[in-house]
């Protein structure tokens, strides 16, 4: 199968030139879980880790933004302005409010006596409540509005608006800069935390989740740091300076609109606390359905053969149901915030119109106080509803947070320890000293074994499907750490060199030919990223790529499509081996390499590799033991142990496990046949 995936600049890639990390999986999988066990596969998927609880996920999904400080202080800041400004605006359109009724009230008024004695007038016929509202209002008898103050005041608003607008944009365009900056950290965090996790947190997980937390559950952070960040700001501090500004205006009625904010915490807090459990369940959905996704794509020749598409179907449905549902209901329940809240603020409002009404017709307020009141009334439900519909937002954000966290919070592979170095070209002696591995503590694999490579000598390791063939080289790649033992390249210590120099030593050819997106000159040229193009065409035609490559109407710039499938199995098998052959590696392993490839191409393959093998130490892991007869030495393993080892005559004179293995696939006659050939020399 091929993946098209772009060629990165990893200094590890000339190391793993062919995938490696996925044969580890393939061995990993093939040695120690039953179908289902290990990375969901086609039988389930791994459940997620219990979720943490949502005040410490949102205090570190904050923590994200402490180095953007001096930004978001100045988005507070500006934020704080245009609120300020927001909420005083009000106040002065009711002084307009008021200067309109007192010129109404004034121009009814016959000129020529005071207010006071009109007052005084009314009381004595018994007007009390009509003189204390004429008391509160600035009226001048017989004179009408004065536009000029109208006009002064309006203007006043307009600008106050004006400004407190432009100070939102900027606001907005600073967060979302400094947000942009901080979800690029986020991803550059996930991304090197992938390159720092070890084989096994992807053996052990469903591809199709863990790509959901670095991209889907990212974005939905972004989403929630641009958007809910900023109007929960907007929205609290909007809350703050209505009610300071109610108090202002009048004691009594602020007490009767603070009714509302009780009984909408409480409502928040029961619905919010339901839809955080909802939103959890619906972001682990998305991951498992994705996991679904990827595995009937990558599969799909696979699922078609065995006529499983309505089985897969019918799983796709089943997840696709499951988060419909966790969908639904997150969605469903976190919507009943905004509307419990705009009915109980509704009921503040009339209460707060009764009242207030009362008092203007008693003279307890004017009526630009009232109409004031009224609309900061109006304008302390609209934030407190913004801030319910942000809890929606903010809930699934910090479900997302949580996820990510998690992922971040993976154990890592063990620090790096480097402490000495290879020269640019190694020998190639390899030795294993005592070494005992197990991928878990209960269940052993390789225990106390001990061999040597010699120099430019090729190691074959056969051996039944289970027995360790593709841990062994797995563990000279440092893929996975030993748990007793060591292994040495030319007698350092693997463990005291860096995983980047140890892998640049190594080349590796899989039994699935991994191309990625790009020419075919680009994916020669990935295992050694500054070879010349000298190198490259040299690496070509030692592979017989040249060959096939010559007669492609694009030669070398032929592009690699989604699948791979422009160029043959046995013609990307050679690509890669070329992507081996340009890094010129002290150390190579061919993992089944021509297993996948016809008779006749796989004679191509094997004079390539040939070429490759020439003057280097080479692993090759073959269940064909009709390709590795010429090996200097042969490594024949069985749980883990190496029960024989030798030459290929050697061993069949033992008519031990090589034996049996060498039988059960040339049978009768062919085998007496095979058994009488002599081995041809596959180094110079």
Avoid: C
């Avoid at 093939?30 to 066990?37: A, I, K, L």
């Avoid at 559950?217 to 700001?233: G, K, P, S, W």
Wanted: avoid cysteine; aromatic fraction near 8%; proline fraction near 3%.
């Amino acid at each position: 199968m091929s993946t098209n995936q772009k060629p990165g600049p990893d200094a590890a890639g000339t190391a793993r030139a062919d995938g490696a990390a996925d044969a580890a999986e393939e061995d990993f999988h093939e040695e120690e879980f039953t179908p289902g066990e290990a990375d969901g596969g086609m039988f389930g998927a791994v459940p997620a880790k219990k979720a943490q609880h949502f005040w410490p996920s949102a205090k570190r999904l904050m923590g994200l933004l402490k180095p953007e400080r001096a930004g978001i202080a100045a988005v507070l800041a500006m934020v704080t302005v245009a609120v300020v400004l927001n909420v005083i605006a009000p106040r002065i359109l009711g002084q307009a409010m008021d200067v309109i009724f007192s010129g109404v009230v004034g121009k009814q008024l016959p000129p020529g006596a005071t207010k006071d004695q009109f007052i005084d007038g009314l009381r004595a016929q018994g007007q009390d409540n009509f003189a204390d509202m004429l008391a509160r209002m600035d009226v001048v008898p017989g004179a009408g509005i004065d536009f000029q103050k109208l006009a002064f005041l309006i203007s006043v608003v307009l600008v106050m608006y004006f400004v407190a607008n432009i100070f939102l944009w900027l606001q907005g365009y600073v967060l979302n800069v400094l947000v942009m900056r901080v979800v690029r950290k986020l991803r550059d965090d996930t991304e090197k935390k992938l390159n720092r996790l070890p084989l096994n947190y992807f053996d052990t997980r469903q591809r199709g989740d863990t790509l959901s937390r670095v991209t889907n559950d990212v974005d939905n952070i972004q989403q929630a740091l641009q958007q809910a960040f900023a109007q929960l700001v907007n929205s609290a501090l909007t809350v703050i300076g209505i009610v300071i500004m109610m108090f202002i205006v009048s004691w009594q009625l602020a007490l009767i609109a603070l009714i509302a904010l009780p009984l909408s915490g409480v409502a928040a807090g029961i619905i919010g606390a339901r839809s955080q459990k909802l939103f959890a369940a619906q972001w682990k959905n998305t991951g498992d359905l994705n996991g679904q996704i990827e595995e009937s794509f990558s599969g799909h020749d696979l699922v078609r053969v065995f006529g499983r598409d309505a089985d897969m179907l019918a799983r796709f449905d089943e997840r696709n149901e499951e988060l419909y549902k966790a969908s639904f209901g997150a969605q469903f329940v976190s919507g009943m915030i905004m509307p419990v809240m705009q009915f109980v603020s509704y009921l503040s409002y009339v209460g707060i119109a009764v009242v207030g009404g009362l008092r203007v017709a008693s003279g307890g307020m004017s009526l630009g106080d009232a109409t004031a009141f009224i609309q900061y009334s109006r304008e302390f439900t609209q934030p407190l509803g913004q801030m319910a519909g942000m809890a929606n937002m903010l809930q699934s954000g910090v479900a997302s947070a949580e996820r990510v966290f998690e992922f971040l919070d993976a154990d890592e592979q063990n620090a790096e320890t480097a402490t000495e170095q290879l020269p640019a070209k190694t020998d190639g002696h390899v030795e294993f000293r005592h070494v005992t591995f197990s991928y878990t503590p209960d269940k052993p694999l390789i225990e106390d074994l001990s061999f040597t490579a010699e120099p430019g000598h090729t190691v074959a390791i056969v051996g039944p499907t289970g027995a360790g063939k593709t841990t062994l080289v797995n563990l000279v790649m440092r893929f996975y750490e030993l748990n007793a033992g060591t292994i040495t390249l030319d007698g350092v210590d693997i463990t005291r060199l860096s995983r980047a120099e140890l892998r640049s030593k190594v080349g590796m050819v899989l039994q699935d030919a991994w191309l990625f997106g790009g020419t075919i000159y680009e994916n020669i040229r990935y295992g050694k990223l500054d070879a010349t193009e000298d190198q490259i065409m040299a690496a070509a035609k030692a592979t017989f790529v040249d060959r096939f490559v010559r007669a492609l109407p694009d030669g070398y710039d032929t592009v690699i499509d989604e699948e791979g499938n422009n160029v043959s199995a046995g013609e990307k098998q050679l690509i890669t081996i070329a992507r081996a052959f340009v890094a010129n590696p002290s150390l190579l392993i061919l993992d089944e390499a021509t297993s996948s490839v016809d008779t006749r191409t796989e004679a191509l393959v094997q004079k390539a590799m040939a070429a490759l093998r020439s003057d280097r130490t080479s692993f090759v892991i073959a269940h064909r033991l009709s390709t590795i007869r010429d090996a200097d030495t042969i490594l024949v393993m069985e749980a883990g142990r190496i029960v024989e080892q030798g030459r290929h005559a050697e061993l069949l004179e033992l008519r031990g496990a090589y034996y049996r293995l060498y039988m059960s696939q040339f049978a009768g006659e062919d085998a007496d046949a095979s058994l009488e050939e002599e081995p041809t020399a596959v180094h110079s």
